[in-house]
T-cell receptor, first 114, second 113 residues
Framework: KQEVTQIPAALSVPEGENLVLNCSFT??????LQWFRQDPGKGLTSLLL?????REQTSGRLNASLDKSSGRSTLYIAASQPGDSATYLC?????????????FGAGTRLAVHP | NAGVTQTPKFRVLKTGQSMTLLCAQD?????MYWYRQDPGMGLRLIHY???????AKGEVPDGYNVSRLKKQNFLLGLESAAPSQTSVYFC????????????FGPGTRLLVL
C-alpha cells in the first residue's frame, strides 16, 4: 500500500527565504507525481506535475524534482512571498483500475511572514 | 468556464439524516472523483466514475453511495449520516489520461451531530 509522508508538517519563514518541502513515498512504481496547493477553506490547485520519466519540472519560482527509485520528491520555492502561505500537498499517482489513483500526503503548512 | 462546482458549501446534519452532495463540471471530463479530507490526513478517495453511468469504489466507500446519470454531474449520497462522516468533501474531475491532472472543486464542509 502506497504511503506518503511530507516533512516538515509546518513551516514558518520570513519573506524572501528559499524553501524546500519534502515528500517521500513507499511504492516507487508511480506513473507521475503532482504537487498541489490548498488555501484555507478552498479546494486544491495543481502546481506541478512530473511524469515518472522526468527528473524535474519548473514553473516560475517553483521547482519540483523527482527521484523515483528512492521514493522522494522535493518542492523548491525561491524567494518566498506572503502570498505563498498555504498548505502544499504531494500526490504520487499509480495508474490502476483504468484511472490515475492519487495518494495524498497530509501536507506541509507554510506561513511566510513579511 | 466555472470548472468544478459543489453544492452545498456547508451543511449540518443530525445522526441518521440523509443528504446528497452535488458535483458539476463543465470541462467535458470523463472521470470524476469524490474525496474526503480529515485533519492531519491526506485526501482519501471515496468513489469514482470513469464515465457516464459508471461508478466504482475507492479507499473508503462504506456509508456512501454515488450516481453518475449525466456526464457533467456526480452525486454523493449519505443514506444515514454518522458523526464519523464529519469531514470536508472534495469533488474532482479529469480527462482520464494518466498524464492529466485532476481539477478540484471548492469543497463541502459537513458536520454531523
Amino acid at each position: 500500500k502506497q504511503e506518503v509522508t511530507q516533512i516538515p508538517a509546518a513551516l514558518s519563514v520570513p519573506e524572501g527565504e528559499n524553501l524546500v518541502l519534502n515528500c517521500s513515498f513507499t511504492d516507487s512504481a508511480i506513473y507521475n507525481l503532482q504537487w498541489f496547493r490548498q488555501d484555507p477553506g478552498k479546494g486544491l490547485t495543481s502546481l506541478l506535475l512530473i511524469q515518472s520519466s522526468q527528473r524535474e519540472q519548473t514553473s516560475g519560482r517553483l521547482n519540483a524534482s523527482l527521484d523515483k527509485s528512492s521514493g522522494r520528491s522535493t518542492l523548491y520555492i525561491a524567494a518566498s512571498q506572503p502570498g505563498d502561505s498555504a498548505t502544499y500537498l504531494c500526490a504520487p499517482a499509480l495508474f490502476s483500475g483504468g484511472y490515475n489513483k492519487l495518494i495524498f500526503g497530509a501536507g506541509t503548512r507554510l506561513a511566510v511572514h513579511p | 468556464n466555472a470548472g468544478v462546482t459543489q453544492t452545498p458549501k456547508f451543511r449540518v446534519l443530525k445522526t441518521g439524516q440523509s443528504m446528497t452532495l452535488l458535483c458539476a463540471q463543465d470541462m467535458n471530463h470523463e472521470y470524476m472523483y469524490w474525496y474526503r479530507q480529515d485533519p492531519g490526513m491526506g485526501l482519501r478517495l471515496i468513489h469514482y466514475s470513469v464515465g457516464e453511468g459508471t461508478t466504482a469504489k475507492g479507499e473508503v466507500p462504506d456509508g456512501y453511495n454515488v450516481s453518475r446519470l449525466k456526464k457533467q454531474n456526480f452525486l454523493l449520497g449519505l443514506e444515514s449520516a454518522a458523526p464519523s462522516q464529519t469531514s470536508v468533501y472534495f469533488c474532482a474531475s479529469s480527462y482520464g489520461m494518466p498524464e492529466e491532472t485532476q481539477y478540484f472543486g471548492p469543497g463541502t464542509r459537513l458536520l454531523v451531530l
